[in-house]
């Protein structure tokens, strides 16, 4: 079975541009999380995606906006980007929403966004 | 405010000898933890979790203890291989919910 598959691996935006960032979810997984971790810090929950809607929301302002797929992929998109993006963004994938505590979530391996 | 932390950055130890990683957290409602190892340009790895109802669970080399008095888990990796050197993070998720809460990782280097 293919696992999460996260592109591009690495990219460089100028800031106020716009940004999208591509996930495939492993097989068989409904649940599509996004996650953000900057330097030095654990990763920080940005929203959730189940069956294509939106299953909950951390604290990213709402410039930082998403999809689902019927496929069960996602995007990531970040507007008007600023020097703060800068950070690498995980993927996380589950087999159903109410079972990531005994299963765990299956990340890929992220992109590195960098924002001069 | 930091629901779960883990307190050392970096931990050094030798081969064949136990490696413990420890976390904090401050949530009571959390019922499930987990732990997720982290190579570098890799994506972080599902090691182990265990219920809040548990205080102990084990796989291989790996074993998680949770003392839900104290609102502190721990790892312990017996015995530690150079191969176990990573940055290893604490998490927590409420299982009616879909968020991880991590910690802030804690870097360990097992020695030869």
């Known amino acids: 079975e293919t696992g999460v598959t996260q592109s591009p691996t690495h990219l460089i935006k100028t800031r106020g541009q716009q940004v999208t960032l591509r996930c495939s979810s492993q097989?068989?997984?409904?649940?599509v999380s996004w996650y953000q971790q900057a330097l030095g810090q654990g990763p920080q929950f940005i929203f959730q995606?189940?069956?294509?809607?939106?299953?909950g929301r951390g604290n990213f302002p709402p410039r930082f906006s998403g999809l689902q797929f019927p496929n069960y992929s996602s995007e990531l998109n970040v507007n008007a980007l600023e020097l703060d993006d800068s950070a690498l963004y995980l993927c996380?994938?589950?087999?159903?929403?109410?079972?990531?505590?005994?299963?765990?979530?299956?990340f890929g391996s992220g992109t590195r966004l960098t924002v001069v | 405010d930091q629901q779960v932390k883990q307190n050392s950055p970096s931990l050094s130890v030798q081969e064949g000898r136990i490696s413990i990683l420890n976390c904090d957290y401050t949530?009571?409602?959390?019922?499930?933890f987990l732990w997720y190892k982290k190579y570098p340009a890799e994506g972080p790895t599902f090691l182990i979790s265990?219920?809040?109802?548990?205080d102990k669970n084990e796989d291989g080399r790996f074993t998680v203890f949770l003392n839900k008095s104290a609102k502190h888990l721990s790892l312990h990796i017996v015995p530690s291989q150079p191969g176990d050197s990573a940055v290893y993070f604490c998490?927590?998720?409420?299982?009616?919910?879909?968020?991880?809460?991590f910690g802030g990782g804690t870097r360990l280097m097992v020695k030869p």
């Open positions: 996380a994938s589950s087999p159903d929403r109410h079972r990531g505590g005994s299963y765990g979530y299956t």
């Open positions: 097989s068989g997984h409904n649940t």
């Open positions: 995606y189940y069956r294509e809607e939106e299953n």
């Open positions: 949530n009571s409602m959390f019922d499930y």
């Open positions: 265990i219920s809040s109802i548990k």
């Open positions: 998490a927590a998720i409420l299982n009616a919910g879909n968020m991880l809460t």
